[in-house]
T-cell receptor, first 108, second 117 residues
Framework: GIQVEQSPPDLILQEGANSTLRCNFSDSVNNLQWFHQNPWGQLINLFYIPSGTKQNGRLSATTVATERYSLLYISSSQTTDSGVYFCAVDAGNTPLVFGKGTRLSVIA | SAVISQKPSRDICQRGTSLTIQCQVDSQVTMMFWYRQQPGQSLTLIATANQGSEATYESGFVIDKFPISRPNLTFSTLTVSNMSPEDSSIYLC??????????????FGPGTRLTVL
Protein backbone atom coordinates (compact mmCIF):
# COMPACT_ATOMS: atom_id res chain seq x y z
CA GLY A 1 0.00 0.00 0.00
CA ILE A 2 0.88 3.66 -0.17
CA GLN A 3 3.50 4.94 2.29
CA VAL A 4 3.44 8.38 3.92
CA GLU A 5 6.45 9.93 5.61
CA GLN A 6 6.40 13.18 7.53
CA SER A 7 9.31 15.30 8.68
CA PRO A 8 10.48 16.48 11.06
CA PRO A 9 8.92 14.24 13.74
CA ASP A 10 9.27 16.95 16.38
CA LEU A 11 9.67 20.71 16.15
CA ILE A 12 10.06 23.37 18.83
CA LEU A 13 9.57 26.99 17.82
CA GLN A 14 9.73 30.35 19.49
CA GLU A 15 6.48 32.28 19.13
CA GLY A 16 6.59 34.37 15.94
CA ALA A 17 8.88 32.01 14.04
CA ASN A 18 8.05 30.38 10.71
CA SER A 19 8.19 26.66 9.90
CA THR A 20 7.84 24.19 7.05
CA LEU A 21 6.49 20.67 7.51
CA ARG A 22 6.99 18.07 4.81
CA CYS A 23 4.96 15.05 3.67
CA ASN A 24 6.35 12.54 1.17
CA PHE A 25 4.17 9.84 -0.34
CA SER A 26 5.07 6.77 -2.37
CA ASP A 27 2.40 6.70 -5.10
CA SER A 28 -0.02 8.88 -7.04
CA VAL A 29 -2.85 10.21 -4.89
CA ASN A 30 -6.45 11.27 -5.39
CA ASN A 31 -6.66 13.04 -2.07
CA LEU A 32 -4.20 14.68 0.28
CA GLN A 33 -5.27 16.36 3.48
CA TRP A 34 -3.46 18.19 6.27
CA PHE A 35 -4.92 18.03 9.77
CA HIS A 36 -4.08 19.66 13.08
CA GLN A 37 -4.75 17.59 16.18
CA ASN A 38 -5.13 19.89 19.14
CA PRO A 39 -4.17 18.92 22.71
CA TRP A 40 -7.75 17.72 23.32
CA GLY A 41 -7.48 15.19 20.50
CA GLN A 42 -9.75 16.95 18.01
CA LEU A 43 -8.66 16.60 14.37
CA ILE A 44 -9.15 19.86 12.53
CA ASN A 45 -9.15 19.99 8.73
CA LEU A 46 -6.53 22.42 7.49
CA PHE A 47 -6.30 21.75 3.77
CA TYR A 48 -7.68 19.45 1.12
CA ILE A 49 -4.88 19.72 -1.41
CA PRO A 50 -4.22 16.83 -3.84
CA SER A 51 -2.33 19.34 -5.99
CA GLY A 52 -1.51 23.04 -6.18
CA THR A 53 -1.24 25.72 -3.54
CA LYS A 54 -3.74 27.03 -1.01
CA GLN A 55 -3.58 29.64 1.72
CA ASN A 56 -5.66 30.18 4.82
CA GLY A 57 -4.49 33.02 7.03
CA ARG A 58 -1.05 32.25 8.44
CA LEU A 59 -1.10 28.75 6.99
CA SER A 60 -0.45 27.69 3.43
CA ALA A 61 0.15 24.38 1.70
CA THR A 62 1.65 23.24 -1.56
CA THR A 63 1.41 19.79 -3.12
CA VAL A 64 3.64 18.81 -6.03
CA ALA A 65 1.87 15.65 -7.13
CA THR A 66 4.37 14.75 -9.85
CA GLU A 67 7.18 14.72 -7.27
CA ARG A 68 5.04 13.13 -4.55
CA TYR A 69 5.39 15.62 -1.74
CA SER A 70 3.44 18.28 0.07
CA LEU A 71 4.57 21.14 2.28
CA LEU A 72 2.70 22.92 5.05
CA TYR A 73 3.92 26.40 5.93
CA ILE A 74 3.16 28.04 9.25
CA SER A 75 4.08 31.71 9.52
CA SER A 76 4.28 33.88 12.65
CA SER A 77 3.59 30.86 14.83
CA GLN A 78 1.45 31.21 17.96
CA THR A 79 1.18 29.00 21.05
CA THR A 80 -2.25 27.88 19.83
CA ASP A 81 -0.52 26.29 16.82
CA SER A 82 0.93 23.64 19.14
CA GLY A 83 -0.20 20.08 18.60
CA VAL A 84 0.36 17.36 16.05
CA TYR A 85 0.13 17.94 12.32
CA PHE A 86 -0.88 14.97 10.19
CA CYS A 87 -0.69 14.46 6.47
CA ALA A 88 -3.06 11.81 5.05
CA VAL A 89 -3.48 10.50 1.52
CA ASP A 90 -5.57 8.10 -0.49
CA ALA A 91 -4.66 6.55 -3.83
CA GLY A 92 -8.18 6.50 -5.22
CA ASN A 93 -11.27 4.84 -3.71
CA THR A 94 -9.18 3.75 -0.77
CA PRO A 95 -9.31 4.90 2.84
CA LEU A 96 -7.02 7.66 4.04
CA VAL A 97 -3.53 6.57 5.10
CA PHE A 98 -1.95 8.77 7.74
CA GLY A 99 1.66 9.72 8.28
CA LYS A 100 3.11 9.54 11.76
CA GLY A 101 2.73 13.28 12.26
CA THR A 102 4.90 16.23 13.25
CA ARG A 103 4.60 17.26 16.89
CA LEU A 104 4.90 21.05 17.10
CA SER A 105 5.50 22.97 20.30
CA VAL A 106 5.39 26.76 20.15
CA ILE A 107 6.98 28.45 23.15
CA ALA A 108 6.03 31.97 24.27
CA SER B 1 -18.42 19.83 5.37
CA ALA B 2 -20.29 17.82 8.00
CA VAL B 3 -20.94 18.21 11.72
CA ILE B 4 -20.12 15.00 13.56
CA SER B 5 -20.80 14.16 17.18
CA GLN B 6 -19.63 11.18 19.21
CA LYS B 7 -20.84 9.72 22.46
CA PRO B 8 -19.37 9.23 24.96
CA SER B 9 -16.56 11.76 24.74
CA ARG B 10 -14.53 9.75 27.24
CA ASP B 11 -14.92 6.73 29.47
CA ILE B 12 -13.01 4.63 31.94
CA CYS B 13 -13.87 0.95 31.79
CA GLN B 14 -12.92 -2.25 33.53
CA ARG B 15 -11.17 -5.01 31.62
CA GLY B 16 -13.46 -7.67 30.24
CA THR B 17 -16.37 -5.29 29.67
CA SER B 18 -17.63 -3.77 26.40
CA LEU B 19 -18.28 -0.18 25.33
CA THR B 20 -20.41 1.04 22.45
CA ILE B 21 -19.46 4.35 20.85
CA GLN B 22 -22.01 6.29 18.83
CA CYS B 23 -21.34 8.54 15.84
CA GLN B 24 -24.03 10.91 14.55
CA VAL B 25 -23.72 13.11 11.43
CA ASP B 26 -25.91 16.11 10.66
CA SER B 27 -26.45 15.06 7.04
CA GLN B 28 -26.57 11.89 5.00
CA VAL B 29 -23.11 10.74 4.00
CA THR B 30 -21.94 8.00 1.70
CA MET B 31 -18.86 6.84 3.54
CA MET B 32 -18.26 6.43 7.28
CA PHE B 33 -15.12 5.09 8.89
CA TRP B 34 -13.81 4.18 12.34
CA TYR B 35 -10.21 4.85 13.36
CA ARG B 36 -8.12 4.06 16.43
CA GLN B 37 -5.34 6.24 17.75
CA GLN B 38 -3.21 4.58 20.39
CA PRO B 39 -1.33 6.84 22.83
CA GLY B 40 1.35 8.86 21.05
CA GLN B 41 0.64 7.18 17.72
CA SER B 42 -0.94 8.03 14.39
CA LEU B 43 -4.42 7.04 13.25
CA THR B 44 -5.13 3.51 12.07
CA LEU B 45 -8.27 2.58 10.18
CA ILE B 46 -10.35 -0.10 11.89
CA ALA B 47 -13.12 -0.50 9.34
CA THR B 48 -15.41 1.09 6.81
CA ALA B 49 -18.99 1.15 8.07
CA ASN B 50 -21.26 0.11 5.21
CA GLN B 51 -24.92 1.07 5.28
CA GLY B 52 -27.14 -2.01 5.16
CA SER B 53 -24.33 -4.55 5.09
CA GLU B 54 -21.43 -5.85 7.14
CA ALA B 55 -18.51 -3.51 7.78
CA THR B 56 -15.25 -3.93 5.86
CA TYR B 57 -12.41 -4.53 8.32
CA GLU B 58 -8.74 -3.73 7.86
CA SER B 59 -6.00 -6.25 8.48
CA GLY B 60 -5.56 -6.86 12.20
CA PHE B 61 -9.14 -5.96 13.16
CA VAL B 62 -11.97 -8.49 13.47
CA ILE B 63 -15.72 -8.24 13.79
CA ASP B 64 -15.87 -10.18 17.06
CA LYS B 65 -13.66 -7.60 18.75
CA PHE B 66 -15.00 -4.48 17.02
CA PRO B 67 -18.60 -5.04 15.88
CA ILE B 68 -19.95 -2.12 13.86
CA SER B 69 -23.47 -1.15 12.95
CA ARG B 70 -24.67 1.37 10.40
CA PRO B 71 -28.45 1.35 10.27
CA ASN B 72 -28.78 4.49 8.12
CA LEU B 73 -26.77 7.19 6.33
CA THR B 74 -26.34 9.44 9.39
CA PHE B 75 -25.50 7.06 12.25
CA SER B 76 -23.03 4.33 13.17
CA THR B 77 -21.83 2.53 16.29
CA LEU B 78 -18.54 0.86 17.15
CA THR B 79 -18.37 -1.60 20.04
CA VAL B 80 -15.06 -2.42 21.70
CA SER B 81 -15.62 -5.89 23.15
CA ASN B 82 -13.96 -7.77 26.00
CA MET B 83 -11.66 -4.86 26.64
CA SER B 84 -8.07 -5.02 27.87
CA PRO B 85 -5.70 -2.19 28.81
CA GLU B 86 -4.23 -2.42 25.29
CA ASP B 87 -7.55 -1.08 23.96
CA SER B 88 -6.95 2.26 25.69
CA SER B 89 -7.02 4.69 22.77
CA ILE B 90 -8.90 7.49 21.14
CA TYR B 91 -11.56 6.13 18.79
CA LEU B 92 -12.59 8.46 15.99
CA CYS B 93 -15.46 8.37 13.56
CA UNK B 94 -14.98 10.03 10.18
CA UNK B 95 -17.14 10.71 7.16
CA UNK B 96 -16.64 11.43 3.50
CA UNK B 97 -19.69 13.39 2.35
CA UNK B 98 -18.69 13.11 -1.34
CA UNK B 99 -20.01 16.36 -2.60
CA UNK B 100 -18.76 19.65 -3.96
CA UNK B 101 -15.29 20.62 -5.09
CA UNK B 102 -13.48 18.55 -2.48
CA UNK B 103 -15.30 15.38 -3.47
CA UNK B 104 -13.49 12.91 -1.24
CA UNK B 105 -12.49 15.17 1.64
CA UNK B 106 -12.81 13.44 4.98
CA UNK B 107 -14.02 14.99 8.26
CA PHE B 108 -13.56 13.66 11.78
CA GLY B 109 -15.64 13.59 14.89
CA PRO B 110 -14.29 14.81 18.23
CA GLY B 111 -13.23 11.32 19.29
CA THR B 112 -13.91 9.06 22.25
CA ARG B 113 -11.06 8.78 24.73
CA LEU B 114 -11.16 5.29 26.26
CA THR B 115 -9.15 4.14 29.25
CA VAL B 116 -9.29 0.49 30.26
CA LEU B 117 -8.14 -0.45 33.76
Amino acid sequence: GIQVEQSPPDLILQEGANSTLRCNFSDSVNNLQWFHQNPWGQLINLFYIPSGTKQNGRLSATTVATERYSLLYISSSQTTDSGVYFCAVDAGNTPLVFGKGTRLSVIA
Amino acid sequence: SAVISQKPSRDICQRGTSLTIQCQVDSQVTMMFWYRQQPGQSLTLIATANQGSEATYESGFVIDKFPISRPNLTFSTLTVSNMSPEDSSIYLCSVEPRGGVSYNEQFFGPGTRLTVL
